[in-house]
């Protein structure tokens, strides 16, 4: 179900077919809900989920769904602990989600969360590897940055 769903997503990616996405969706959605709550592929699994619901959220603008997908990049980063691999691009999908929730909303909450995941995956991927160097607070847009 979880390569069937990547290869939907990868295809809707090229022909920007809405049917793809929709098919993906609901392949990374059965394959979370067979995904045992303590099996190692779970966190990949919501991860996956999250990420095919948020680019649904942007492209068909249903912003209530936007808060699905930040619940599934919190828990998938609930269970990447520090040190974890892909904690830094799971803060770093879940800030863009919260990000996005604050241009839609304007909640304040969200735009300091979102600041907090972009400094710990920073902070983060230096740890995992020390010779890349990069500003994060750069991606975010002048506006952003004055709240």
């Known amino acids: 179900m979880t390569d069937a769903g990547h ?13 793809d996405l929709n ?4 392949h990374f959605g059965r394959a979370l809900d067979i995904c045992p709550i303590d099996h190692p592929c779970r966190p ?3 991860f996956n989920l ?12 249903t912003y209530p769904d936007l808060d699905i997908s930040i619940s599934f990049f919190q828990d ?6 520090t040190g974890h691999p892909d904690r830094p691009v799971t803060q770093l999908h879940l800030a863009n989600a919260m990000l996005s929730r604050f241009v839609k909303q304007g909640f304040q909450r969200d735009v300091d969360a979102a600041e ?4 710990a995956s ?7 590897n020390p ?8 991606n975010l847009s002048p506006s952003t940055r004055a709240f």
Do not use: G, H
């Not at 999250?50 to 959220?57: G, L, P, S």
């Not at 907090?116 to 400094?119: F, G, I, R, V």
């Not at 010779?131 to 750069?138: C, I, V």
């Open 131 to 138: 010779y890349t160097k990069s500003n994060w607070s750069s």
């Open 76 to 81: 998938a980063l609930a269970l990447r602990p």
């Open 23 to 26: 098919q993906s969706i609901n």
């Open 7 to 19: 290869r939907l997503f990868a295809q809707y990616r090229m022909m920007q077919d809405s049917s």
């Open 116 to 119: 907090e995941l972009l400094n």
């Open 50 to 61: 999250a990420t095919a619901m948020f680019i649904n959220c942007q492209v068909n603008e």
């Open 122 to 128: 920073r902070s983060s991927s230096a740890i995992l």
């Open 44 to 46: 990949a699994a919501l």
